[in-house]
C-alpha cells in the first residue's frame, strides 16, 4: 500500500524531473546562442533524458494504484557565464537530484516499501552516472581552458551524443 506521503514525494520528483528538463533545454538555448551546436545539441538529448526519467515515474505511480498529480515549477536560470559554466551548474543540479533520490529512498526504506525501494535503484546507479559524465565534461574543460580550439572539438564531440531510452546509459 502506497502511504499519502510516499505518493507525494514520487509525484515531488516527477515535478523535478521536469524541471531538469526545462533547466537542461534552457543551458541548450543558452549554448545555441553562443553558437556552440553541438553542446546546445548535447543538453538537448539532456532534456529528453530528463523527460524519459519523469514518465518512469509517472508509469510506476499509474502501476501502484496512485495517481499523478502535474505540478508547476519555476523558471530555470536562463543566463550563464560561459559554456563551461553551464557545465558546472549541470553538475551541481545533479548532485542536488542525487540527493532528492537518497531522501526518497530512505522514505521508502523507513515505510519499507519494498516496490519503491527496488524501482529506485535504478536511479540510484543513473545519478552515480550523470555526475560521472558531467565531472567528465568539466575535467576536459580544466584541461582546454574556457574558449579557443579545445572548446571547439568539445562541442563537436558532444555534439555527437544520441538518447534512447531502452537501455539508456547516457
Ligand atoms: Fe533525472
Not at 87 to 106: G, S, Y
Request: charged letters at 25%; hydrophobic letters at 40%.
Amino acid at each position: 500500500m502506497l502511504s499519502e506521503k510516499l505518493l507525494k514525494a514520487l509525484n515531488d520528483q516527477i515535478t523535478h524531473e521536469f524541471a531538469s528538463a526545462n533547466l537542461y533545454l534552457s543551458m541548450a538555448a543558452y549554448c545555441a546562442a553562443q553558437g556552440y551546436e553541438g553542446f546546445s545539441s548535447f543538453f538537448i538529448m539532456q532534456a529528453e533524458e530528463e523527460r524519459f526519467h519523469a514518465m518512469k515515474f509517472f508509469h510506476f505511480v499509474n502501476e501502484l494504484g496512485g495517481q499523478v498529480v502535474i505540478s508547476g515549477y519555476p523558471d530555470p536560470q536562463q543566463e550563464f557565464a560561459s559554456v563551461k559554466d553551464t557545465f558546472e551548474k549541470a553538475l551541481a543540479h545533479e548532485k542536488f537530484v542525487t540527493k532528492l533520490i537518497n531522501d526518497l529512498l530512505d522514505l521508502a526504506e523507513s515505510e519499507k516499501h519494498r516496490p519503491t525501494i527496488s524501482f529506485l535503484q535504478w536511479f540510484v546507479d543513473e545519478q552515480v552516472e550523470e555526475e560521472d559524465s558531467f565531472n567528465t565534461i568539466i575535467d576536459k574543460f580544466n584541461i582546454i581552458g574556457d574558449t579557443g580550439p579545445g572548446v571547439y572539438m568539445l562541442d563537436k564531440e558532444l555534439g555527437q551524443r544520441t538518447f534512447s531510452p531502452e537501455g539508456s546509459d547516457q
